[in-house]
């Protein structure tokens, strides 16, 4: 039987932390999932006035790390991101970090995750600027990954790029080789490893990652392996128009480390869950994860307090953004773009889900009104999962 993330903690979260710290957000992520959608953040009691049917609605924790609140996050960001694409093609890099670099990103997650993303961001840049390729700005969002599908650390960025960009005299420069193809990867691959290492190897000159376990040797000869091996840079086939690059976009803005889909059930001590299968067979395969390991690789993924994992560049960047997509559009000859109307919760919800929270689901007759209303337990989730018998060290 499937269950929830929030189930798999409450099993095997005491075991846990009888030998692991939590950081301050990992346990408000912590606290959050196993809250969300419980009478602990509040709610509404809601009953039918022809057949008597009441049913209560929990509040969500709208955590960013929560598998239960991204979907509605999700077609919101999607909706929001509709007048920003262009109507030609996009394309899909991904950008890997050699695992080389997994136990540095542990003791330094947000200097690992800020490098990735400017160094991705960068090479980007430097490619589109170059007349060789498009000679223009270019209009890309990046995503930080940090999973496996087995939910080991792996560290990526995914970037959505148009196949384009607006020159300097406002004309839109397109590909030179082929309207869907931009750049080389072999060679995207060499400049996004030598911005990377450059700057992992000032922030160890400044002393800047004291928590790096390395010896100065080891350090050295850390880069010296960064250095002899090619880097990972994968470009997907291009996406045709904006439907489809919003629909595939969306699937990688607010996915989280796992979602309950893949939770499959909990075995003796372990959780078994679904991951792709390996090799060029494809499909879907059944692993068992045992629990305190599950829990330890769940809370690696947690990100750092306020660190943005969906960026824009170039025509997207907000603080030029309405000025240059206007001159995009215009240089594409597309209509100018129009105000999305804001949907009330209830006209969203119908659409999304199906589901009319106005009408009782037992007569499909009559309307709901609030009974009772249970506030918040808690004005803010506390830091530490005390709710587990733990408070901080």
């Given at each position: 039987m499937a269950v929830t993330l929030a189930?798999?903690?409450?099993?095997?979260?005491?075991?846990?932390?009888r030998s692991h710290t939590l950081s301050t957000v990992q346990a408000k992520?912590?606290?959050?999932?196993?809250?969300?959608?419980?009478?602990?953040?509040?709610?509404?009691?809601?009953?039918?006035?022809?057949?008597?049917?009441?049913?209560?609605?929990?509040?969500?924790c709208r955590n960013r790390h929560c598998p239960q609140c991204q979907s509605r996050?999700?077609?919101?960001?999607?909706?929001?991101?509709?007048?920003?694409?262009?109507d030609v093609p996009y394309c899909h890099l991904v950008f890997t970090l050699p695992h080389e670099l997994n136990t540095l990103a542990a003791a330094h997650p947000r200097w690992a995750y800020e490098t990735l993303m400017h160094s991705v961001a960068a090479t980007l840049r430097e490619f589109a600027a170059n007349p060789r390729w498009l000679g223009g700005v270019?209009?890309?969002?990046?995503?930080?990954?940090?999973?496996?599908?087995?939910?080991?650390?792996?560290?990526?960025?995914?970037?959505?790029?148009?196949?384009?960009?607006?020159?300097?005299?406002?004309?839109?420069?397109?590909p030179?080789?082929?309207?869907?193809?931009l750049f080389p990867v072999q060679a995207l691959s060499?400049?996004?490893?030598g911005k990377f290492v450059q700057a992992l190897q000032a922030a160890t000159q400044a002393a800047a990652l004291p928590r790096d376990a390395l010896t100065p040797q080891q350090q050295?000869?850390?880069?010296?392996?960064?250095?002899?091996?090619?880097?990972?840079?994968?470009?997907?086939?291009p996406l045709d128009g904006p439907a489809a690059v919003l629909d595939y976009l969306s699937r990688y803005t607010h996915r989280t480390a796992i979602g309950h889909e893949r939770l499959l059930g909990i075995e003796g001590g372990a959780v078994r869950l679904r991951v792709r299968a390996t090799g060029n067979a494809g499909g879907k395969r059944v692993i068992a994860v045992p629990g305190e390991q599950f829990v330890h690789r769940l809370m690696q993924h947690v990100l750092p307090l306020g660190f943005k994992r969906i960026r824009h560049y170039g025509l997207l960047a907000p603080a030029a953004k309405t000025r240059q997509l206007a001159s995009a559009r215009a240089a594409l000859q597309m209509p100018p773009a129009h105000p999305l109307v804001q949907e009330q919760v209830r006209e969203f919800m119908l659409r999304v889900a199906r589901?009319?929270?106005?009408?009782?689901?037992?007569?499909r007759s009559t309307r709901w009104r609030v009974v009772e209303s249970l506030p918040c337990m808690v004005r803010a989730l506390p830091a530490w999962p005390v709710v587990l018998g733990r408070g901080p060290p």
């Open positions: 189930e798999v903690l409450r099993r095997f979260g005491p075991e846990y932390l992520a912590w606290r959050a999932i196993l809250a969300c959608r419980t009478p602990a953040l509040g709610g509404q009691r809601w009953g039918c006035e022809g057949c008597g049917a009441q049913q209560w609605r929990w509040h969500s996050e999700r077609d919101a960001w999607r909706r929001a991101r509709l007048q920003e694409l262009l270019p209009s890309f969002t990046l995503v930080l990954h940090t999973w496996t599908q087995d939910l080991r650390r792996h560290l990526h960025a995914h970037a959505v790029m148009a196949c384009g960009a607006l020159g300097d005299d406002g004309q839109w420069v397109s030179r080789r082929s309207e869907r193809f060499r400049v996004f490893r050295q000869q850390r880069l010296q392996a960064l250095r002899r091996h090619d880097w990972v840079v994968y470009a997907k086939a589901l009319d929270l106005a009408r009782c689901p037992r007569c």
